[in-house]
Protein backbone atom coordinates (compact mmCIF):
# COMPACT_ATOMS: atom_id res chain seq x y z
CA UNK A 1 0.00 0.00 0.00
CA UNK A 2 1.44 3.32 -0.34
CA UNK A 3 0.21 6.39 1.77
CA UNK A 4 -1.36 9.31 0.92
CA UNK A 5 -1.52 12.65 1.77
CA UNK A 6 -3.73 15.38 2.14
CA UNK A 7 -4.42 18.87 3.50
CA UNK A 8 -6.63 20.60 5.21
CA UNK A 9 -6.24 24.62 4.96
CA UNK A 10 -8.19 27.45 7.15
CA UNK A 11 -7.32 30.53 6.23
CA UNK A 12 -8.86 33.45 7.89
CA UNK A 13 -7.88 37.11 7.34
CA UNK A 14 -6.81 39.57 9.86
CA UNK A 15 -7.09 43.14 9.08
CA UNK A 16 -5.75 46.49 10.35
CA UNK A 17 -8.73 48.54 9.73
CA UNK A 18 -7.25 52.17 10.51
CA UNK A 19 -3.41 53.49 10.13
CA UNK A 20 -4.19 55.60 13.13
CA UNK A 21 -2.14 55.91 16.39
CA UNK A 22 -5.03 53.55 17.69
CA UNK A 23 -5.47 50.99 15.35
CA UNK A 24 -7.68 48.05 15.10
CA UNK A 25 -7.71 44.68 13.35
CA UNK A 26 -10.76 42.37 11.79
CA UNK A 27 -10.13 38.69 12.59
CA UNK A 28 -12.44 36.21 10.66
CA UNK A 29 -12.31 32.65 12.00
CA UNK A 30 -13.88 29.44 10.70
CA UNK A 31 -13.48 25.67 9.44
CA UNK A 32 -12.47 23.83 6.65
CA UNK A 33 -12.62 20.27 5.95
CA UNK A 34 -11.38 17.42 3.11
CA UNK A 35 -11.94 13.72 3.08
CA UNK A 36 -9.13 11.41 2.79
CA UNK A 37 -8.83 8.31 0.61
CA UNK A 38 -10.27 5.79 3.43
CA UNK A 39 -13.00 8.06 4.13
CA UNK A 40 -11.58 9.77 7.14
CA UNK A 41 -12.80 13.73 7.13
CA UNK A 42 -9.57 15.88 7.81
CA UNK A 43 -10.46 19.06 9.36
CA UNK A 44 -8.81 22.05 10.82
CA UNK A 45 -10.86 25.24 12.27
CA UNK A 46 -9.44 28.59 13.96
CA UNK A 47 -11.70 29.29 16.86
CA UNK A 48 -10.41 32.10 18.30
CA UNK A 49 -10.00 35.13 17.30
CA UNK A 50 -13.48 34.45 16.26
CA UNK A 51 -15.33 36.44 13.47
CA UNK A 52 -15.51 40.66 14.46
CA UNK A 53 -12.78 40.60 16.89
CA UNK A 54 -11.04 43.72 17.09
CA UNK A 55 -7.40 44.19 18.39
CA UNK A 56 -6.43 47.34 19.40
CA UNK A 57 -2.29 48.46 18.23
CA UNK A 58 -1.12 50.69 21.16
CA UNK A 59 -0.20 54.71 20.39
CA UNK A 60 3.33 54.18 19.59
CA UNK A 61 3.51 50.36 19.21
CA UNK A 62 4.37 49.37 15.74
CA UNK A 63 2.97 46.27 16.18
CA UNK A 64 1.50 43.42 17.97
CA UNK A 65 1.52 39.93 18.71
CA UNK A 66 -2.07 37.85 17.94
CA UNK A 67 -3.08 34.71 19.69
CA UNK A 68 -4.79 31.91 17.46
CA UNK A 69 -6.49 28.99 18.98
CA UNK A 70 -8.30 25.80 17.12
CA UNK A 71 -8.94 22.66 16.56
CA UNK A 72 -8.04 19.75 14.32
CA UNK A 73 -9.01 15.95 13.65
CA UNK A 74 -9.18 13.40 11.67
CA UNK A 75 -11.05 10.54 11.32
CA UNK A 76 -14.16 12.25 13.30
CA UNK A 77 -16.72 14.36 11.09
CA UNK A 78 -18.86 12.75 8.11
CA UNK A 79 -17.97 9.57 7.35
CA UNK A 80 -17.52 8.60 4.35
CA UNK A 81 -16.14 4.98 3.84
CA UNK A 82 -17.92 1.52 3.12
CA UNK A 83 -16.42 -1.77 4.26
CA UNK A 84 -17.15 -5.15 3.37
CA UNK A 85 -16.64 -8.08 4.97
CA UNK A 86 -15.89 -11.36 3.15
CA UNK A 87 -15.62 -14.61 5.06
CA UNK A 88 -15.17 -18.07 4.35
CA UNK A 89 -17.05 -20.65 6.04
CA UNK A 90 -15.94 -23.62 3.94
CA UNK A 91 -15.85 -27.80 5.27
CA UNK A 92 -11.34 -26.91 6.03
CA UNK A 93 -12.41 -23.60 7.97
CA UNK A 94 -13.25 -26.22 10.70
CA UNK A 95 -9.76 -27.61 10.75
CA UNK A 96 -6.39 -26.39 11.56
CA UNK A 97 -6.26 -23.02 13.18
CA UNK A 98 -3.93 -19.83 14.32
CA UNK A 99 -1.68 -18.79 17.11
CA UNK A 100 -4.20 -18.88 20.19
CA UNK A 101 -7.00 -20.10 18.23
CA UNK A 102 -8.75 -22.93 16.55
CA UNK A 103 -10.12 -24.23 14.39
CA UNK A 104 -9.95 -21.70 11.47
CA UNK A 105 -13.19 -20.45 10.93
CA UNK A 106 -12.79 -19.25 14.88
CA UNK A 107 -10.12 -17.50 14.34
CA UNK A 108 -11.68 -16.18 11.16
CA UNK A 109 -14.58 -15.00 13.44
CA UNK A 110 -12.10 -13.42 15.65
CA UNK A 111 -10.58 -11.75 13.20
CA UNK A 112 -13.43 -9.91 11.74
CA UNK A 113 -14.60 -8.64 15.18
CA UNK A 114 -11.75 -7.16 15.84
CA UNK A 115 -11.46 -5.54 12.92
CA UNK A 116 -14.89 -4.33 12.90
CA UNK A 117 -14.24 -3.07 16.39
CA UNK A 118 -11.29 -0.68 14.68
CA UNK A 119 -13.44 0.49 11.63
CA UNK A 120 -16.24 1.32 14.82
CA UNK A 121 -13.51 3.31 16.62
CA UNK A 122 -11.65 4.84 13.65
CA UNK A 123 -14.58 6.76 12.54
CA UNK A 124 -14.40 6.68 8.74
CA UNK A 125 -17.01 4.54 8.03
CA UNK A 126 -20.91 4.11 8.04
CA UNK A 127 -21.61 1.34 6.30
CA UNK A 128 -20.95 -2.20 6.63
CA UNK A 129 -21.73 -5.40 4.63
CA UNK A 130 -21.29 -8.90 5.11
CA UNK A 131 -20.53 -11.95 3.01
CA UNK A 132 -19.66 -15.37 3.57
CA UNK A 133 -19.09 -18.25 1.37
CA UNK A 134 -18.66 -21.91 0.77
CA UNK A 135 -20.14 -23.68 -2.36
CA UNK A 136 -21.58 -20.56 -2.91
CA UNK A 137 -21.60 -16.97 -1.57
CA UNK A 138 -24.29 -15.43 0.55
CA UNK A 139 -24.78 -11.70 1.77
CA UNK A 140 -26.06 -11.05 4.83
CA UNK A 141 -29.04 -8.99 5.25
CA UNK A 142 -27.55 -6.87 8.19
CA UNK A 143 -30.98 -4.00 8.45
CA UNK A 144 -33.78 -5.83 7.10
CA UNK A 145 -35.76 -3.20 4.88
CA UNK A 146 -33.69 -0.13 4.47
CA UNK A 147 -30.48 -1.91 3.00
CA UNK A 148 -28.42 -4.69 3.40
CA UNK A 149 -25.51 -2.39 5.17
CA UNK A 150 -25.95 -0.83 8.71
CA UNK A 151 -23.13 0.97 10.67
CA UNK A 152 -20.22 -1.11 12.28
CA UNK A 153 -21.12 -0.30 15.66
CA UNK A 154 -24.50 -2.04 14.88
CA UNK A 155 -24.43 -5.55 17.13
CA UNK A 156 -25.75 -7.17 14.30
CA UNK A 157 -22.49 -6.98 12.36
CA UNK A 158 -20.67 -8.96 15.08
CA UNK A 159 -23.90 -11.58 15.81
CA UNK A 160 -23.69 -12.30 11.77
CA UNK A 161 -20.38 -13.16 12.08
CA UNK A 162 -20.28 -15.28 15.04
CA UNK A 163 -23.37 -16.90 14.15
CA UNK A 164 -21.79 -18.16 10.88
CA UNK A 165 -21.45 -21.93 10.43
CA UNK A 166 -19.32 -23.75 7.94
CA UNK A 167 -20.55 -25.44 4.76
CA UNK A 168 -18.49 -27.65 2.12
CA UNK A 169 -16.34 -26.13 -0.73
CA UNK A 170 -14.90 -22.96 -1.52
CA UNK A 171 -16.29 -20.76 -4.23
CA UNK A 172 -14.32 -17.64 -4.24
CA UNK A 173 -15.59 -16.73 -7.40
CA UNK A 174 -19.05 -16.48 -6.13
CA UNK A 175 -17.79 -14.49 -3.10
CA UNK A 176 -15.73 -11.99 -5.17
CA UNK A 177 -19.05 -11.65 -7.29
CA UNK A 178 -21.59 -11.23 -3.92
CA UNK A 179 -19.05 -8.58 -2.76
CA UNK A 180 -18.72 -6.81 -5.99
CA UNK A 181 -22.44 -6.71 -5.84
CA UNK A 182 -22.62 -4.49 -2.61
CA UNK A 183 -20.12 -2.17 -3.28
CA UNK A 184 -22.40 -1.29 -6.39
CA UNK A 185 -25.00 -0.85 -3.49
CA UNK A 186 -22.83 1.14 -1.47
CA UNK A 187 -23.64 5.03 -0.79
CA UNK A 188 -20.08 5.90 -0.37
CA UNK A 189 -17.14 7.63 -2.50
CA UNK A 190 -14.83 4.79 -1.10
CA UNK A 191 -15.07 1.23 -0.44
CA UNK A 192 -12.77 -1.40 1.13
CA UNK A 193 -13.31 -4.91 0.66
CA UNK A 194 -11.84 -7.47 3.42
CA UNK A 195 -11.56 -11.08 2.27
CA UNK A 196 -10.02 -13.52 4.28
CA UNK A 197 -9.72 -17.24 4.20
CA UNK A 198 -7.66 -20.21 4.45
CA UNK A 199 -6.74 -19.92 0.90
CA UNK A 200 -7.57 -22.95 -1.39
CA UNK A 201 -10.26 -21.48 -3.52
CA UNK A 202 -11.38 -24.90 -5.49
CA UNK A 203 -14.57 -24.66 -7.04
CA UNK A 204 -16.59 -22.06 -9.16
CA UNK A 205 -14.21 -21.47 -11.98
CA UNK A 206 -11.09 -19.13 -11.74
CA UNK A 207 -11.21 -16.19 -10.09
CA UNK A 208 -9.77 -14.46 -12.48
CA UNK A 209 -12.58 -12.54 -14.40
CA UNK A 210 -14.58 -11.64 -10.27
CA UNK A 211 -11.55 -10.28 -9.34
CA UNK A 212 -10.83 -8.27 -11.92
CA UNK A 213 -14.46 -6.83 -12.17
CA UNK A 214 -14.65 -6.29 -8.66
CA UNK A 215 -11.33 -4.48 -8.72
CA UNK A 216 -12.73 -2.17 -11.56
CA UNK A 217 -15.42 -0.63 -8.75
CA UNK A 218 -12.73 1.03 -7.46
CA UNK A 219 -13.07 -0.87 -4.34
CA UNK A 220 -9.34 -1.10 -2.30
CA UNK A 221 -9.04 -4.60 -1.72
CA UNK A 222 -7.46 -6.78 0.89
CA UNK A 223 -7.08 -10.57 1.05
CA UNK A 224 -6.11 -12.57 4.28
CA UNK A 225 -4.58 -15.80 4.58
CA UNK A 226 -5.95 -16.60 8.20
CA UNK A 227 -4.06 -19.27 10.28
CA UNK A 228 -0.60 -20.96 10.60
CA UNK A 229 -1.13 -23.19 7.53
CA UNK A 230 -2.69 -20.31 4.91
CA UNK A 231 -1.18 -18.66 2.54
CA UNK A 232 -1.52 -15.81 -0.41
CA UNK A 233 0.05 -17.52 -3.34
CA UNK A 234 -1.33 -21.37 -2.31
CA UNK A 235 -2.57 -22.00 -5.54
CA UNK A 236 -3.28 -26.04 -5.25
CA UNK A 237 -6.96 -26.08 -7.47
CA UNK A 238 -5.30 -23.95 -10.12
CA UNK A 239 -8.19 -21.23 -9.47
CA UNK A 240 -6.21 -18.61 -8.17
CA UNK A 241 -4.99 -17.48 -4.98
CA UNK A 242 -5.96 -14.90 -2.43
CA UNK A 243 -2.84 -13.04 -3.39
CA UNK A 244 -4.40 -12.27 -6.83
CA UNK A 245 -7.83 -10.86 -5.04
CA UNK A 246 -5.92 -7.87 -3.71
CA UNK A 247 -6.45 -4.90 -6.11
CA UNK A 248 -6.35 -1.08 -5.68
CA UNK A 249 -3.54 -0.44 -3.17
CA UNK A 250 -4.52 -3.50 -0.94
CA UNK A 251 -2.25 -6.44 -0.69
CA UNK A 252 -2.64 -9.99 0.79
CA UNK A 253 -1.24 -10.42 4.51
CA UNK A 254 -0.79 -13.72 5.99
CA UNK A 255 -2.16 -13.50 9.50
CA UNK A 256 -1.27 -16.63 11.80
CA UNK A 257 -2.35 -14.91 14.55
CA UNK A 258 -5.46 -13.34 14.56
CA UNK A 259 -5.74 -12.53 18.53
CA UNK A 260 -2.61 -10.15 17.74
CA UNK A 261 -3.88 -7.42 14.79
CA UNK A 262 -2.96 -4.31 15.72
CA UNK A 263 -0.34 -3.56 12.90
CA UNK A 264 -2.56 -5.18 10.54
CA UNK A 265 -5.78 -3.18 11.82
CA UNK A 266 -3.88 0.06 11.55
CA UNK A 267 -2.83 -1.01 7.57
CA UNK A 268 -6.51 -1.82 6.53
CA UNK A 269 -8.35 1.19 8.26
CA UNK A 270 -5.79 3.91 9.71
CA UNK A 271 -5.59 7.28 9.13
CA UNK A 272 -3.43 9.85 10.71
CA UNK A 273 -3.19 13.39 11.70
CA UNK A 274 0.37 14.33 10.81
CA UNK A 275 1.30 18.02 11.23
CA UNK A 276 -0.06 21.35 11.55
CA UNK A 277 1.54 24.67 10.78
CA UNK A 278 1.09 28.29 9.90
CA UNK A 279 1.62 30.60 7.27
CA UNK A 280 1.18 34.33 7.37
CA UNK A 281 1.12 36.57 4.40
CA UNK A 282 1.62 33.85 2.76
CA UNK A 283 5.11 33.46 4.12
CA UNK A 284 6.97 30.19 5.01
CA UNK A 285 4.80 27.50 6.80
CA UNK A 286 6.09 27.43 10.26
CA UNK A 287 5.29 24.43 12.69
CA UNK A 288 2.57 24.68 15.06
CA UNK A 289 3.65 22.36 18.34
CA UNK A 290 1.60 23.27 20.73
CA UNK A 291 -0.99 20.81 20.53
CA UNK A 292 -3.30 18.83 23.07
CA UNK A 293 -1.48 15.31 22.12
CA UNK A 294 1.89 15.40 20.68
CA UNK A 295 1.76 14.88 16.57
CA UNK A 296 1.41 12.73 14.82
CA UNK A 297 -1.63 10.71 16.29
CA UNK A 298 -3.49 7.98 14.90
CA UNK A 299 -7.15 8.47 13.74
CA UNK A 300 -9.78 8.83 15.39
CA UNK A 301 -8.21 11.90 16.89
CA UNK A 302 -9.41 15.63 17.79
CA UNK A 303 -6.76 17.64 19.35
CA UNK A 304 -6.74 21.63 20.15
CA UNK A 305 -3.85 24.01 19.18
CA UNK A 306 -2.14 27.11 20.16
CA UNK A 307 -0.05 29.59 18.10
CA UNK A 308 0.76 32.85 17.25
CA UNK A 309 0.76 35.78 14.30
CA UNK A 310 3.96 37.99 15.65
CA UNK A 311 4.67 41.08 14.57
CA UNK A 312 1.24 42.23 13.06
CA UNK A 313 1.76 45.95 11.70
CA UNK A 314 -1.14 48.31 9.99
CA UNK A 315 -2.05 47.03 6.81
CA UNK A 316 -4.25 44.37 5.65
CA UNK A 317 -2.71 40.71 6.53
CA UNK A 318 -3.79 36.90 6.56
CA UNK A 319 -2.71 33.71 8.16
CA UNK A 320 -3.24 30.18 7.08
CA UNK A 321 -3.44 27.46 9.43
CA UNK A 322 -2.75 23.69 7.52
CA UNK A 323 -3.95 20.41 8.94
CA UNK A 324 -1.48 17.47 7.58
CA UNK A 325 -3.37 13.75 7.14
CA UNK A 326 -2.59 10.28 5.57
CA UNK A 327 -4.32 6.89 4.89
CA UNK A 328 -3.28 3.90 4.05
CA UNK A 329 -5.10 3.66 1.59
CA UNK A 330 -3.73 5.93 -0.90
CA UNK A 331 -4.32 9.25 -2.39
CA UNK A 332 -6.53 10.45 -4.58
Excluded: W
Excluded at 189 to 204: I, Y
Amino acid sequence: MRNGNRAARMGPSIVFALPLALVSMLALAGSNSTTLSNGASLSVSVTDPVTSTEFEVPPGQPNIDVAIHGTASVGIGNADNTFVYVMDTSGSTTEGGGTGCSPILNCEKQFFVALNGAVAADGSTDEVGFVTFDDNATIHDLNPGPSLFTTPSDPAVNAAINGAVAGNLTNCTDALAKAKTLVNLASNSHKAVVFASDGLCNTGGSIAANAAALAATGAVVNSVAVGTDSSCSDNSFGLGTLGDIAANGGQCFEVADPGNLPDLIQNLTGSKLNSLDISVDGGAPQAITNTSLPLPQNGAISVTYTTSADDLGPGDHTFCVTAHGSDVLGDS
